[in-house]
């Protein structure tokens, strides 16, 4: 059985919105799309510590208090660890243009017109808006 790919995301979120990053056209895994930030998770290193690393260099923030929240994510080779935020130190940035053309806040009711990375995070991140 092949090993999955273990990925940190997380959901900012501020005033009933959530951040998501568009995914440049020319990324080999999931172009065009909006996601969570994050990524990979490094050998050694906790899901919570990737979120925090990868908010750092992704969106330039310092995030704090990441809370693990469901994720549903329909790849069987991706092991999710996604994380609501609703705290954090600096102002979001796209701090990695080479892997996002784009960042925005969504309100929940605009998320149904999104192309996602994947369509059954959907849920959970109307979920992550609303708790």
Same mark, same amino acid.
């Given at each position: 059985? =092949? *090993? +999955?790919?273990?990925?940190? *995301? /997380? ?7 959530? &951040? &998501?990053?568009?995914?440049? $056209? ?18 050694? !290193?906790?899901? /919570?510590? /990737?979120? %925090? +690393?990868?908010?750092?260099? !992704? &969106? ?5 208090? $990441?809370?693990?929240?469901?994720? /549903? ?10 994380? %609501?935020?609703? +705290?954090? !130190?600096?102002? =979001? ?21 999104? *192309?996602?990375?994947? $369509? ?5 991140? &109307? ?5």
């Amino acid at each position: 059985m =092949p *090993t +999955r790919v273990a990925i940190a *995301t /997380a959901a900012l979120i501020r005033d009933g919105r959530i &951040l &998501l990053v568009h995914r440049n $056209p020319e990324r080999r895994w999931y172009p065009d799309c909006w996601d969570l930030a994050g990524g990979h998770i490094e050998p050694g !290193e906790s899901p /919570a510590q /990737a979120v %925090v +690393r990868e908010c750092r260099e !992704e &969106l330039g923030v310092r995030i704090l208090d $990441p809370r693990p929240m469901p994720m /549903a994510f329909s790849d069987p080779g991706i092991e999710m660890h996604a994380f %609501v935020v609703d +705290r954090w !130190e600096g102002e =979001p940035v796209n701090a990695a243009p080479d892997e996002h053309d784009q960042l925005r806040w969504f309100e929940a009711a605009e998320l149904v017109h999104l *192309t996602l990375a994947d $369509p059954a995070s959907l849920p959970d991140l &109307l979920n992550a808006i609303r708790a």
